[in-house]
C-alpha cells in the first residue's frame, strides 16, 4: 500500500505563502495522480487541486491563478505552492493519492495525516 507524508503547514498572515509536500512509499503500487484536498471546520472535504502521471493540473476555482501543484521528478512527490494566501484558505489540507496495485492492477485511494494551514487577517 502506498503511505504519504505530508509537511509544510504552518500559520501565515493574508497575502503570504506557503509550500505543502508529501511524499509517497511503498512499493508495489503505481500512481496515476496525486492532489490535495482541505476541509475546513464545519465543511466537507474539497478538492483544491490534482495532477496526473502525465503532467495535467487541476484547480479549484477559488485558488486558481494563486496555487500552483506540481510533481518531483521521481514521481512519488506532489507540491501545492500557495500564494496570496486568504483567511478563506484556512484548513486541514490532505494530500491524496490513486492509483493501482499489486498483480491484478487493484485500484487504491491513499491518504496523508493532514497538514493546518491557518491564514490570519
Known amino acids: 500500500q502506498v503511505q504519504l507524508v505530508e509537511s509544510g503547514g504552518g500559520s501565515v498572515q493574508a497575502g503570504g505563502s506557503l509550500r505543502l509536500s508529501c511524499a509517497a512509499s511503498?512499493?508495489?503500487?503505481?500512481?496515476?495522480?496525486m492532489g490535495w484536498y482541505r476541509q475546513a471546520p464545519g465543511k466537507q472535504r474539497e478538492l483544491v487541486a490534482s495532477?496526473?502521471?502525465?503532467?495535467?493540473?487541476n484547480y479549484t476555482e477559488a485558488v486558481k491563478g494563486r496555487f500552483i501543484i506540481s510533481r518531483g521528478n521521481a514521481k512519488n512527490t506532489v507540491y501545492l505552492q500557495m500564494n496570496s494566501l486568504k483567511p478563506e484558505d484556512t484548513a486541514v489540507y490532505y494530500c491524496?493519492?490513486?492509483?493501482?496495485?499489486?498483480?491484478?492492477?487493484?485500484?487504491?485511494?491513499?491518504w496523508g495525516q493532514g497538514t493546518q494551514v491557518t491564514v490570519s487577517s
Open positions: 491524496n493519492a490513486e492509483g493501482t496495485t499489486g498483480t491484478f492492477y487493484s485500484r487504491y485511494t491513499a
Open positions: 511503498g512499493s508495489g503500487s503505481r500512481i496515476n495522480a
Open positions: 495532477i496526473t502521471s502525465g503532467g495535467s493540473a
